[in-house]
């Protein structure tokens, strides 16, 4: 059991730090519209001021709450020469006294997209000779071939992306502190934190697909506790139980995600992670219906506009319809909201944050288990553990993207440029969901998944098993391992309880307690027929890309299989 102590915050000093939203959008959407302007070679930022420049823009097939808002139609031109660069001025921004606060406030948005940190997913090989190189392998040429038509994303489509995703986030970040200001509720927001693909450097076919954290804190406590599987056996490992102090009060007992239970004879007041979501979903749509009755002009100034998905929880669904012609490519881009409390403490100082996120597959109705795969002697390693409705799920994302930097460095060390994003994104091109949006799984394989059979496999390797001449080696490999994943519906998280990796990095011995005792299998969710989808499906991909005859009959001899990374 983890105590985490709580600091009150000032709740006056912190109305004075607020900035109103109209003033926020006053102050940097014309630095927003110029620097859209310069990425995409229109004349956005002249059009803005124009009465006829405004059109109606296209109502979303799925919703109608924001089918008669206006924004500036975007026409086509012919590019002019080189302009000034996108921090400058735009020329139609009134020049007065308050030139200065207008600056400060473009200048706080770039800070809030620079800790946003996208990575673009850059296809490099320094220079390497690809002709020379794949030559007389058809393999590796298969697979470099396959990488350059399906992987890369147009830098023009990512710069305009990022800033879109970026400026959503910063006046929805604006908006939620403000309701905080307003509102007395136990759960607070705190600021968003890009996770995923996005951050990597991995995404791959197009930006249109992020994936944000959605920090929320406890307010008005002086602690909460974390309970884990040290602490209690019945708390399945990776995960942990939230409970708050003082939530007997009469004040927090009105609030639906605070449950009354007793968690090995302790009881207590804890958090419920569904009604946490449920709670979050409904301050994102006050946010965003506060933004456009309330700044409604100002917003209809933007060239996108963005709702939340009707059929996906906590889905951020932006229209950049108005864009898609002017070089973008994209009808919408979607940002994917998960809800976050932060489980760092003053010993885990020194270390990345992990945080306390929803159970993966939670309010989920999965399939019966009906057909059944052949069963190992690893299936049975892991006791089934039934979620109860109080688990949280413990997320290492921002430590395993640590974890592979670090692997990283020791193959710089060793002289050799690892290919192992490379092999990730084909990976996600092959078997990962579509960049097209679907009702229908075909089987697609998530892109945690993907990422973690790469890590494995890259903390046990040489440094010379990730070289572009070995890249088709590694493909085959990884495939392998994901097919005995399925086959055993088993695969372990990368970083809670594995030694081996403990043995490498010794200063991740602080997160003992949270990461010890068991290893998690994070495909416990999949059912046995949506195993046996998911290895067709794999087939299936590798028959229609012409990528079956780079896959041989076994594991690399240099590299370790399956089996030596499941210990229980």
């Not at 006829?52 to 924004?71: A, F, V, W």
């Not at 997209?113 to 794949?134: H, M, R, T, Y």
């Not at 007793?262 to 007041?269: K, M, R």
Request: aromatic share 8%; hydrophobic share 40%; charged share 20%.
């Amino acid at each position: 059991m983890i105590n985490v102590p709580k600091f009150d915050n000032n709740k006056e000093n912190l109305i004075q730090h607020i900035q109103h939203i109209d003033y926020v959008l006053e102050c940097t959407i014309g630095f927003f519209l110029k620097e859209v302007d310069v990425h995409l070679g229109t004349a956005m930022s002249h059009s803005v001021n124009s009465p006829e420049g405004r059109t109606r823009l296209p109502s979303s097939p799925s919703s109608n709450s924001i089918s008669s808002l206006t924004s500036p139609r975007l026409p086509r031109r012919v590019i002019n020469p080189p302009r000034q660069s996108p921090q400058s001025l735009p020329s139609q921004m009134p020049v007065t006294k308050n030139d200065d606060s207008y600056a400060k406030s473009w200048i706080q948005f770039e800070k809030f997209k620079a800790c946003l940190g996208w990575v673009f997913p850059e296809v490099n090989f320094d220079g390497a000779n690809i002709g020379q190189v794949s030559q007389g392998d058809q393999k590796l040429s298969l697979i470099l071939q396959f990488l350059y038509q399906n992987c890369p994303i147009r830098p023009l489509q990512w710069n305009v992306a990022t800033s879109v995703v970026s400026y959503s986030l910063y006046i929805l970040d604006h908006q939620l502190k403000a309701i905080n200001a307003d509102l007395s509720d136990l759960l607070t927001f705190c600021r968003f934190e890009s996770i995923g693909s996005a951050t990597e450097g991995t995404l791959v076919g197009a930006a249109n697909r992020f994936d944000a954290l959605f920090l929320i804190d406890i307010s008005k406590l002086t602690e909460m506790t974390i309970l884990h599987n040290n602490f209690c056996s019945d708390i399945p490992a990776g995960h942990v139980i939230l409970g708050v102090k003082d939530g007997s009060s009469p004040a927090c007992q009105n609030f639906k995600y605070i449950k009354k239970a007793c968690v090995q004879n302790l009881f207590g007041f804890y958090l419920v992670p569904q009604e946490v979501e449920e709670y979050v979903e409904a301050l994102l749509k006050k946010a965003i219906l506060k933004l456009y009755r309330e700044s409604k002009s100002k917003m209809d100034r933007l060239p996108f506009s963005f709702q939340l998905s009707p059929t996906k929880k906590l889905n951020l669904t932006i229209d950049t319809r108005l864009m898609q012609g002017l070089g973008l490519g994209l009808s919408e881009i979607n940002i994917r909201f998960i809800p976050a409390l932060s489980l760092s403490v003053v010993d885990f100082s020194m270390l990345p944050p992990i945080y306390a996120v929803p159970t993966w597959g939670s309010g989920t109705n999965h399939e019966a288990k009906g057909n059944t795969l052949p069963k190992t002697v690893l299936s049975r390693i892991f006791r089934d553990q039934s979620n109860n409705d109080l688990l949280w799920n413990i997320c290492t994302d921002k430590l395993n993207s640590t974890v592979i930097k670090n692997f990283e460095k020791r193959l710089n060390l060793s002289g050799v440029r690892g290919h192992h994003k490379e092999c990730l994104m084909i990976l996600k091109a092959l078997f990962s969901q579509s960049t097209k949006n679907t009702l229908l799984n075909k089987g697609e394989i998530d892109a945690t998944v993907l990422s973690t059979v790469i890590s494995f496999l890259l903390q046990e390797s040489s440094a010379s098993a990730w070289t572009l001449e070995s890249l088709a080696d590694r493909v085959s490999d990884s495939i392998h391992f994901l097919k005995s994943c399925f086959e055993n519906i088993l695969l372990p998280n990368f970083s809670v309880h594995n030694p081996h990796l403990l043995e490498q990095i010794p200063c991740l011995e602080m997160l003992t307690p949270l990461l010890s005792g068991r290893q998690q299998n994070i495909l416990s969710h999949v059912s046995n027929d949506a195993a046996l989808k998911v290895l067709g499906y794999i087939e299936q991909r590798l028959q229609e890309t012409g990528l079956r005859k780079c896959v041989k009959q076994e594991f690399s001899a240099n590299m370790w299989e399956y089996e030596f990374f499941i210990f229980g």
